[in-house]
């Protein structure tokens, strides 16, 4: 019993490390979810509004994408204590990275009873790239996983005492502010909990089912009347939703087949040959994708941070480690046929076949970030395998296959290790919006000669708006003042002497007492005779970011 | 009781022979250019035992400069002789045996599960669910070289078991059906080796006992294999390989230098970021390409010869019996069970060296396997939910509409979708100049949709020895055939200005080369309407 707790304790300090360290400088800048995050939290700090002006918003405008708010509001003590910077922006996401390897080990013994293979997961959760990089990130969706670790080791641990599942429906009903995703996957894992442990939530003290019942419409009641309002809380999900896809998947030419199955009087061809059928087949095919042995163990997706600046290689990282793989697939088999709980059993199975189904309606499939809940139970399927395999492999020969899947697994820890805090700044920076913290003061100096500062709000410069308000710490009443509440998509953007822009500058006339300050393309369109460079910024491997110039 | 299966067996064959010679003349719409290859050559093999260029073909039939192994070609002597020069008589031997592999899958099961007291309802169930498999039927229904070699390696398989099961003399009868196989299809000179060591590994024992059966099966396999061996360490089989395989990209070995020197080029850098690391995380990403759930179960392969692309290899109720075949195949633990997985895990292997992955035809060598193990789970099922019989009747709706879904767009829809992938202009533009070519000095044929020559020559049945005198045959750098003329026909990648007068010549080319002052004779187009080519005189 002890001896556990030292061992968890020490697995929290690894997990602790490898989300702590340098968070502030890796990832190399704040990304604009991360910039708008932090301005938004600081706005909500000072005038209890967003960046439109709106008093307590559950959910943020922010780019038109309405993200949940509820990371905002728990940035905003770290932003009171560090101030508005990306480690503070940063720092709930490690934090609640943190608490997920730890509520891991609780909840996994919760479910299996197993104090040996809880640890285990735990510890794997605690090196797991893909909770790694998501907890380094100001990610939404890592609360929405601690949330979920949280409320299902509640869950589990009410069947015992009934108190406690008041305390699984508050953070159930707090992870619907948390993400997307969740606000489909708590309810769903919720139904199945209940019909699967019908006969559990029997023998719970009604006074108990009741105060969860009260407390769940409390708590989501906010969310509830906010759609029922106004639909657009869930605008993200209509415009990721496959429905507004480029392209569908299956690029039939069904005006074609109608034409041809009408003329044969084809009563199959009315059945099968519709849009319907097509939707459906796209659903299952971004189900399916999340089932992809290359996806979970070697190439991952570019929602992934780590696999923004490698997506178009081969090489890098999946969202698991390689090794894990013979484990995850022999722990899959030994826990159905073994002798655990068959509700248990029951349990897991669908929460595997759960987690894809918010990213199934969307397009860009697979998702690292819409499938996060996958975490931490691949981890204790694995755990269950690795266990397994020690208990089979006996006798002398034991060394001979140990060492070398041991050398294999450290190999594919340090590459992780190398890739992500070393490599990763040195091919991401383009992905990360890099180079603001050089803009940004260098166009503060310069204002003072000029009346008017021109950003371009073109990639990699987009939204550049939010990572001036970010890094000037400019003050969130007076921007409310000026702000536009237009949205962001294809919109300017003033405030103050500057202006972030989307223009044609080969057409366009450049004007008199205006400083510049324009992306590596837009310069390459400006005609050099007639502008004086001023100052050029590049990617710490030498590539032109942005130069900044004005009118002869 | 017996007979009453028999009776089933025997329906579902017929069934999965109607599936695969129903309308093969028009399902694919037109020979393709290594169909119209086999058709041909197996033409010329009957009439001087030759290739089309005149070469006795033992190991290789050189066709385009790809050099396919020869057993399509002689398969098919007898049926062109038969059924004559056309789209039935060339698909013929990949059906028929298509349709044999369908009853042998039946035989296989009883040698995979000897003492399985239902292995003759899982044959059933297996071989039923072949023959509705849109993979095999798609496969089946052209002249793939892979479909004949899928039933020789499953022959192979098939008489090992039956040696170790029960007469040992069917292990002669084994080595030739693998060495065949080898003759047949290149994935198989992986996939044969690997599997037929494994085998003999696994059942090392009883080959020992048998000696000397083993000993003249050895002997007759190093014999038969000789004179292919000595092909495979050819420079032309060598280009062949460089030209598909994955080992040969570059810009791998850039990024990890790059990454060795952010590391300050530490040792345990160049340990971590080395290129066998990283061509075997490419190997294995190709190979699992061909297991990734979206190709099998709801995608199928994006080449269109291979899949109508409607729907997966399989269909997408085989997932869940898939999986459940799997998980309980482990747990019974039933006769030779582990054949399955071991077979599926090497046969995915020559696949994984290539570029263009997933691909149904090169992962076709794990035919029936996956057919089995849905099967064992169907079966599973059906004893699961004994007394709920509704349950596996309503799997069986489900799975007779998808069929019905597949079957529907193979039959109307497919042909018309694709036509461009089966070459099917040439088919009304060989015809007509054919009617015509009595009328010309020269025919200039455009080289755009690849390979003309070949359609002329099946459609005029000419003889080999005629062609081989009149052909001007160039080799390029990469090794591929171009044949450049013969006869009247002139074939190239400009034919709007042939090294001869234009007078009195007839043009075929590419809609939109043809020239102003041209006489537009005919329009050929696709099935779905789009002009290819223009014939033309001025």
Request: hydrophobic letters at 45%; charged letters at 20%; a positive charge.
């Amino acid at each position: 019993m002890k001896r556990s707790y030292i061992i968890l304790f020490l697995i929290v300090i690894v997990g602790s490390f490898l989300r702590l360290w340098q968070l502030g400088h890796i990832p190399i800048a704040p990304n604009w979810d991360e910039a708008s995050l932090g301005y938004n939290a600081y706005s909500l700090l000072l005038t209890h509004k967003d960046e439109y002006g709106r008093l307590f918003p559950i959910a943020l405008q922010s780019f038109d994408d309405y993200k949940p708010a509820l990371y905002a509001y728990l940035s905003i003590p770290f932003i009171k204590l560090f101030g508005l910077n990306i480690f503070a922006v940063r720092l709930a996401s490690a934090i609640f990275g943190i608490i997920a390897v730890f509520a891991t080990y609780f909840m996994t013994d919760e479910i299996f009873s197993n104090k040996k293979l809880a640890l285990l997961t735990s510890f794997l959760i605690s090196i797991s790239p893909w909770h790694i990089t998501f907890s380094r990130v100001a990610y939404e969706a890592n609360i929405g996983l601690t949330l979920n670790i949280l409320s299902i080791l509640f869950l589990f641990k009410s069947f015992k005492k009934g108190k406690y599942l008041p305390l699984s429906i508050i953070f159930a009903s707090i992870a619907l502010y948390s993400y997307q995703a969740e606000r489909l996957f708590i309810p769903l894992i919720f139904l199945s909990v209940l019909i699967i442990f019908r006969e559990n939530f029997r023998k719970i003290n009604r006074k108990y089912i009741g105060l969860s019942i009260i407390l769940g419409l409390l708590i989501s009641a906010p969310f509830l009347i906010s759609v029922a309002r106004d639909p657009s809380t869930l605008s993200r999900a209509k415009e990721a939703s496959i429905l507004s896809a480029p392209q569908p998947l299956v690029n039939l030419d069904l005006a074609k087949r109608n034409l041809v199955d009408s003329e044969n009087h084809d009563v199959f061809g009315k059945l099968f040959d519709n849009r319907r059928v097509i939707y459906a087949k796209d659903v299952v095919n971004h189900y399916l994708s999340h089932f992809d042995i290359n996806w979970l163990f070697i190439e991952g997706d570019s929602t992934n941070p780590l696999n923004l600046p490698l997506r178009k290689q081969t090489i890098g990282m999946g969202n698991l480690y390689l090794v894990e793989l013979p484990f995850f697939i022999l722990g899959l088999f030994l826990m159905f046929s073994s002798r655990f709980d068959t509700k248990n059993k029951k349990f897991i199975l669908l929460w595997l076949i759960l987690v894809p189904i918010p990213a199934a309606i969307t397009w860009d499939t697979p998702s690292s970030i819409r499938t996060l809940a996958f975490l931490p139970i691949l981890q204790a399927i694995t755990a269950i395998g690795i266990l397994g395999f020690f208990d089979r492999i006996k006798g002398n020969y034991k060394f001979l296959i140990l060492t070398p899947i041991a050398l294999f697994a450290i190999f594919n820890f340090i590459y992780f290790i190398d890739q992500y805090f070393v490599q990763y700044n040195f091919f991401a920076p383009k992905y990360w919006q890099y180079g603001y913290d050089q803009i940004v003061p260098e166009s503060e100096t310069l204002k003072s000669n000029y009346e008017k500062v021109v950003v371009s709000n073109q990639v990699p410069l987009d939204q550049s708006y939010i990572f001036f308000l970010f890094n000037l710490k400019y003050s969130p009443q007076d921007y409310q003042l000026v702000g536009n509440n237009l949205g962001t998509y294809g919109v300017d953007h003033h405030f103050d002497k500057y202006s972030f822009v989307f223009r044609n500058w080969g057409v366009e006339n450049l004007q008199n007492k205006t400083l510049y300050v324009l992306n590596a393309q837009e310069w390459g369109s400006v005609d050099k005779r007639k502008v004086n460079l001023i100052k050029e910024v590049n990617y710490p491997n030498g590539d032109l970011l942005a130069v900044f110039f004005d009118k002869k | 009781m017996k007979n009453r299966k028999l009776i089933l067996l025997f329906f579902i064959v017929l069934l999965a022979g109607f599936l695969r010679f129903f309308k093969i003349s028009e399902i694919p719409p037109n020979l393709n250019w290594d169909e119209a290859a086999w058709g041909y050559n197996a033409y010329s093999i009957g009439i001087d035992g030759r290739d089309e260029f005149g070469k006795i073909p033992i190991t290789y039939i050189k066709s385009y400069g790809d050099y396919k192994p020869p057993v399509y070609a002689y398969l098919d002597v007898i049926p062109v002789k038969v059924f004559g020069l056309n789209d039935f008589g060339v698909r013929f031997p990949s059906a028929l045996l298509g349709t044999l592999t369908v009853l042998l899958t039946f035989f296989l099961i009883g040698e995979i599960f000897p003492k399985f007291e239902k292995k003759e309802e899982l044959g059933i169930i297996s071989a039923f669910f072949l023959a509705i498999s849109p993979w095999h039927i798609m496969l089946s229904r052209a002249a793939f070289e892979a479909n004949v070699a899928t039933f020789l390696l499953i022959s192979g398989i098939f008489l090992f078991l039956k040696a170790v099961n029960s007469n040992k003399y069917f292990l002669i009868l084994s080595s030739i059906s693998f060495a065949l196989s080898i003759y047949t299809f290149n994935t198989s000179r992986i996939f044969a080796p690997l599997m037929g060591i494994t085998l003999a590994l696994i059942f090392r024992k009883k080959l020992l006992k048998e000696w000397k059966v083993s000993l003249i099966s050895g002997v007759l396999l190093i014999l038969i294999l000789l004179p292919t061996a000595k092909f495979l360490v050819s420079p032309e089989a060598k280009i062949r390989f460089n030209e598909v395989n994955i080992f040969s990209d570059l810009s791998v070995i850039d990024t990890a230098n790059q990454e060795v020197i952010n590391d300050n080029n530490s040792i345990v850098s160049k340990v971590i970021h080395n290129r066998r690391y990283l061509y075997s995380l490419d190997f294995l990403k190709h190979y699992f390409d061909n297991l990734n759930p979206t190709f099998l179960f709801i995608k199928g392969d994006q080449n269109p010869r291979f899949s109508t692309k409607d729907l997966g290899e399989m269909y997408l109720l085989d997932l869940p019996l898939v999986v459940i075949g799997i998980f309980f195949i482990f747990k019974r633990k039933e006769g030779y069970y582990f054949i399955l997985p071991i077979w599926i895990l090497l046969g995915i292997i020559p696949a994984a060296t290539a570029r263009e992955t997933p691909h149904a035809l090169r992962i076709e060598t794990i035919i029936p396997t996956l057919q089995i193990l849905s099967a064992f789970g169907f079966l599973e099922l059906i004893t699961y939910f004994k007394n709920k019989k509704y349950i596996p009747i309503i799997f069986g709706l489900i799975l007779f509409m998808s069929f019905v879904y597949f079957y529907h767009g193979l039959v109307f829809h497919y042909s018309r979708e694709y036509s461009q992938e089966w070459q099917y202009t040439y088919k009304e533009s060989v015809a007509y100049v054919e009617s015509v070519k009595n009328e010309y000095d020269h025919i200039s044929f455009t080289n755009f949709l690849g390979r003309p020559y070949i359609y002329f020559l099946i459609y005029e049945k000419k003889d080999p020895r005629e062609f081989r005198n009149q052909a001007l045959v160039t080799t390029d750098i990469f090794g591929f055939v171009n044949v450049q003329s013969f006869d009247k026909f002139y074939f190239s990648v400009d034919p709007n200005n042939p090294p001869f007068s234009k007078n009195n010549t007839l043009f075929v080319v590419d809609p939109r080369y043809v020239p102003g002052n041209a006489k537009v004779l005919k329009k050929f187009s696709r099935l779905d309407g789009t002009v290819e080519l223009v014939a033309y005189k001025l």
